[in-house]
């Protein structure tokens, strides 16, 4: 909850974590949040991707690729 207070206080710039799992275990709750954090301006990187997560990351995460 903190975390997310501090993106809509416009307080952080950039989340980085070693895996999308510290942040959220459910993938749908990770995929929110980093909609959540596209649309805020908010960069969110990992170190390491596990499978489980790795389109989420792809798709929602940043930055986001042109098609």
């Given at each position: 909850k903190?975390?997310?207070?501090?993106?809509?206080?416009?307080?952080?710039?950039?989340?980085?974590?070693?895996?999308?799992?510290r942040?959220?275990?459910?993938p749908e709750?990770?995929?929110?949040?980093?909609?959540?954090?596209?649309?805020?301006g908010?960069r969110?990187?990992?170190?390491?991707?596990?499978?489980?997560?790795a389109?989420?990351?792809?798709e929602y995460?940043w930055?986001?690729?042109?098609?």
């Amino acid at each position: 909850k903190g975390l997310r207070t501090a993106m809509w206080l416009r307080e952080i710039a950039v989340v980085l974590a070693d895996s999308p799992e510290r942040l959220y275990r459910d993938p749908e709750r990770l995929k929110s949040f980093l909609i959540e954090a596209r649309i805020l301006g908010l960069r969110v990187e990992f170190l390491d991707v596990p499978p489980l997560y790795a389109w989420i990351v792809k798709e929602y995460g940043w930055p986001r690729e042109r098609r």
